[in-house]
């Protein structure tokens, strides 16, 4: 499909897509024509795939999104959830609010449910609970027996100073994971 169109076609598409989507698919295209189709890419879009085509693919870092949702420890539950309406962030992507302190370094994690759950006034530092994480370079198995070991949808990356890069979500490593034609005889993933 991608191939057939113009770049700035194929800009247009990308540009709507999850910018890990639009990194798989931008390598779908031959690479001479990357560089031209990422120029036409929306100045948020781009800035967002010229940071993931930095990482492997089969890594953290190239699995990732950076969409998700992040809020300084004190803030409060009301305050979450103006900040969850107001994102464009993915579902899956949402079913966990990350927490930072004020050098912007991941404190905890919690849960949507638990967020709908907790005291109006209660401070989100105060009821998140450190996440299970890995840095960009963690490969794909160590990613998937993490989330498998812990029964995780999402897994936040960080950096060494533990600053949040983005999340590995549950589909993008089941993607890697299952044969193709699995993946096309039960109609998973578009296929």
């Known amino acids: 499909f991608v191939e057939e169109r113009s770049d700035a076609e194929v800009a247009e598409v990308l540009g709507r897509m999850e910018p890990d989507d ?4 931008l390598g779908e295209l031959p690479e001479e024509r990357r560089e031209e189709v990422v ?3 929306p100045l948020v879009q781009r800035r967002r795939v010229r940071a993931l085509l930095g990482y492997d693919p089969a890594t953290a870092g190239g699995l990732m999104s950076p969409e998700f949702v992040c809020v300084f420890s004190q803030a409060t539950q009301s305050e979450v959830l103006s900040r969850i309406r107001a994102t464009r962030t993915s579902p899956e992507a949402l079913a966990w609010v990350y927490v930072m302190n004020a050098s912007r370094r991941l404190t905890g994690a919690i849960a949507l449910v638990d967020v709908l ?19 960009p370079d963690a490969d794909l198995e160590e ?3 993490l989330m498998t070991d812990y029964d995780l949808t999402v897994v936040p990356v960080t950096d060494a ?3 949040l890069l983005g999340v590995v ?8 994971v299952l044969p193709r034609g699995w993946r096309r005889q039960f109609g998973l993933f578009g296929e």
């Open 169 to 176: 979500t549950v589909d993008d490593v089941l993607e890697l």
């Open 117 to 135: 759950r907790a005291d109006p006034d209660a401070c989100v530092g105060d009821i998140a609970d450190m996440p299970q994480r890995v840095r």
């Open 39 to 41: 120029r036409l890419l």
């Open 22 to 25: 639009a990194v798989d698919l």
């Open 161 to 163: 100073d533990e600053r």
């Open 143 to 145: 990613v998937a027996r």
